[in-house]
């Protein structure tokens, strides 16, 4: 061989090569515990329920990191109610610091689990709150750096099937004459969340009942890493002060049972299944009209484990590839506060001060008028505009787009239909933690989904505008392909 043609013969092959390098998926995944310190407030100031006193099960931010050649991205699930966006950002920021991973190629969710704190700075007095942002922070940023250090070679794979049981709509209209009260003392309302009794008529929306598993796994076939999606809002049946992650976590502890072979022995990296929230905003995981098991715990042992049977035996079908390329896009959009009038502000403030001369009456719960006169002299403060961030992810012919709202099942379901990806999920309360979206349609309807406080705070037309951006950035990607 001469010199000359040994070259050419050598560059060829290293052009080949670097073409299967950028052509081949690598993955990485890994889970950070975030459970917090004991006697931090748990969830919200509408549904009070800390502070905690005991820990039943671990919290914590499971990431998964997807990569092929050109494009990186992760993926993060973490185990609290909501997370508000200035968190998250900060924990993009020290990610992007650490690994170089711009923050826009990062999504960051919550599950919702209502026995995990509520991370919004300045919504709890207690300063354990307070230490637990900069905690939250800095160990998200630590999975997502573990999760690229585990990066190695990997294929892809998804499937669906459908789970209606442990989806119904909780918001119903109620019969004309049945009487409607809302805690600003006006009557209207067609709709009650979570009604019981008489005067039912019918859910005021549909559900999905999709569960939708994308899996990764090493090249030989052994489980990296399992992301599902499932839109019902969380289960519950908490004993009180209990710190829990909620059938998300039981979830995610069963595949890691049924799938990983996380031998502590092993060098390997962990096995990690993780389960985001779909979109769930009126979803809940037990049906209205039939009574539920009442033993704490009990029910979301079932959710979790029926979810987890089904997960795996559908887990074989899954037919994997290596050659899934990538794409992310990120649209920050600017959207109105819907502000109290003077008329409402000052309601809210005789309510407010009659609460302060007489401090033995009931406070909390989600009807009760104080706690409304307090949310809305709350949002009397808040900025006119609030900006959103929203995502949408591509691999191979998959999309996932991601809400940083309480979202609605029509939503959710308008995507999947209206998407040009065959397949399509969403990831809500992710990138921040912006409230109910209702759809136009469901504000007139009214209930507690619609009644104005920080849990409820976006423009009434937020869900559409939301809604048309996902499908121009899904458009977009398609587009691109
Ligand atoms: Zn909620």
Partial sequence: ???????????????????????????????????????????????????????????????????????RLAIVVCDNTMIDRSILDRAKQLVEERCGLPANRILISATHSHAAPRVVPGLHSNPLNHDYETFLVRRIADG?????????????????????????????????????????????????????????????????PEVFILSVQHPDGRPMALLANYGTHYVGGYERGHISADYFGLFSKRMETLLGENDPRSDRPPFVA?????????????????????????????????????????????????????????????LGVRKPSAKQIAWAERVWDNYQNNPDQKFGGSTNPIVYARETLALADYPDKREIILQAIRIGDLSIVSSPCETFAETGLAIKRRSPFKDTFTIELANGADG??????????????TWPARSSLLEVTAERKIRSTLLDMLNQLKAEQ
């Fill in 1 to 71: 061989m001469n010199l000359l043609f040994r070259l050419i013969f050598l560059v060829c092959a290293l052009s080949v090569s670097i073409g299967q390098i950028h052509a081949s998926l690598r993955a990485g995944a890994a889970s950070s515990n975030i459970t917090p310190h004991l006697g931090i407030a748990l969830d919200g100031t509408i549904s009070i329920n800390g502070p905690a006193v005991e820990v039943h099960d671990e919290l914590h931010a499971r990431c998964l990191v997807l990569d092929d050649g050109e494009q």
């Fill in 144 to 208: 997502v750096q573990q999760a690229i250090a585990n990066l190695s070679p990997a294929q892809i794979g998804w499937a669906q099937f459908d789970k209606p049981e442990f989806v119904h709509n909780r918001r119903w209209f109620i019969e004309e004459g049945s009487k409607l009260g809302n805690p600003f003392g006006k009557s209207g309302d067609q709709v009650k969340m979570n009604a019981r009794g008489e005067g039912l008529v019918k859910p005021a929306g549909p559900v999905d």
């Fill in 274 to 334: 993780m389960m985001s929230n779909g979109t769930s905003g009126d979803v809940r995981s037990s049906d209205l009209g039939k009574s539920n098991p009442v033993a704490p715990w009990e029910l979301m042992n079932i959710v979790a484990e029926s979810i987890a049977k089904d997960v795996f035996s559908t887990y074989p079908d899954i037919k994997h590839r290596e050659d899934a390329s990538l794409d992310m896009t990120e649209a920050k959009h600017s």
């Fill in 436 to 449: 109910y979206l209702p759809t136009i349609e469901q504000h007139g309807y009214g209930g507690y989904e």
